[in-house]
């Protein structure tokens, strides 16, 4: 199995800036993708932004330009710097990560249990 752990959720003011960290443990082989997704009261959970071990990224086009994904592949963790925040980012976000155990070859998915950001003035 592996766990994903969040850290640094909060409540910003519009404008602000906010840093989310994930760290993976476990009986982990290799992870391939690491990233975020997010879901608002109300809606489906959407992709923020993803990054492969070669840091390849995949952004939102509702975030690029502002939230910057970054990994430490010898960690096993993943930051999201979250900049010119919004009202509409207001959200849980939920760490994911795609990888293989020692005990279990075959890629499968992994979510964090979310870190709450709220922006509002």
């Known amino acids: 199995q592996v766990q994903l752990v969040e850290s640094g959720g909060g409540l910003v003011q519009p404008g602000g800036s906010l840093r989310l960290s994930c760290a993976a443990s476990?009986?982990?082989?290799?992870?391939?993708?690491m990233g975020w997704y997010r879901q608002a009261p109300g809606k489906q959970r959407e992709l923020v932004a993803t990054?492969?071990?070669?840091?390849?990224?995949n952004d939102a086009d509702s975030v690029k330009g502002r939230f910057t994904i970054s990994r430490d592949n010898a960690k096993n963790t993943v930051l999201l710097q979250m900049n010119s925040l919004k009202l509409e980012d207001t959200a849980v976000y939920y760490c994911?990560?795609?990888?293989?155990?020692?005990?279990?070859?075959?890629?499968?998915?992994?979510w964090g249990q979310g870190t709450q950001v709220t922006v509002s003035s």
């Open positions: 476990g009986n982990i082989f290799r992870i391939n993708v």
């Open positions: 994911y990560a795609n990888g293989q155990t020692t005990r279990w070859p075959v890629p499968r998915d992994y």
């Open positions: 990054i492969t071990s070669g840091d390849r990224t």
